[in-house]
Structure formats: C-alpha cells, structure tokens
C-alpha cells in the first residue's frame, strides 16, 4: 500500500511537496479505512453506534497515526536509502 500510495503521489505533484502530500494521504487514508471498519464491525456485531462512535473515532485516530504518519515516515527512510538526504 506504501508504495502504491507513493507512485500515485509522485505522479501527480512535484517533488518537492510529494512528501508532505504522500503523509497527509497516507494519515487520511488509514484514518478513513480503519473508522469505515469500526462503523461495520459495530453494525455487524448489533452495537448501538451512538455508544461506540467516540471508542472507533479514536482507534481512527491511532491507525491515522501510527500507521499512516510514523508508517510513513519509516517508508520515506528506507525510499531514500536510511533516510540521507543528497
């Protein structure tokens, strides 16, 4: 998904913001996909929405961060050769 993501970003924007837009899609992607998850599960498992919404916007909240900033941070490194800049 990291590299797919990254193609597509690099395509499209020039290389000096390609970074920034690369995190910004990744936090807003893994935010999305992970709440969307949460909003199914408690539909399938019969849960009341109302009661559950605050603990799946903040489990959202986490996989924006974890694995969609400090992911992608560790994918941006690794891209560049341990993170040196030429």
Do not use: P
Request: charged residues 10%; hydrophobic residues 55%; proline residues 0%.
């Amino acid at each position: 998904m990291y590299k797919g993501l990254w193609s597509l970003i690099n395509r499209m924007a020039d290389e000096e913001s390609a970074a920034g837009l690369y995190l910004a899609a990744n936090i807003i992607c893994w935010t999305a996909a992970t709440i969307v998850l949460g909003l199914a599960a408690a539909v399938l498992l019969h849960k009341s929405i109302a009661l559950v919404l605050v603990n799946i916007v903040c489990a959202g909240a986490y996989a924006g961060i974890i694995f969609g900033l400090i992911g992608g941070i560790l994918f941006l490194q690794r891209k560049d050769g341990n993170g040196s800049r030429q």
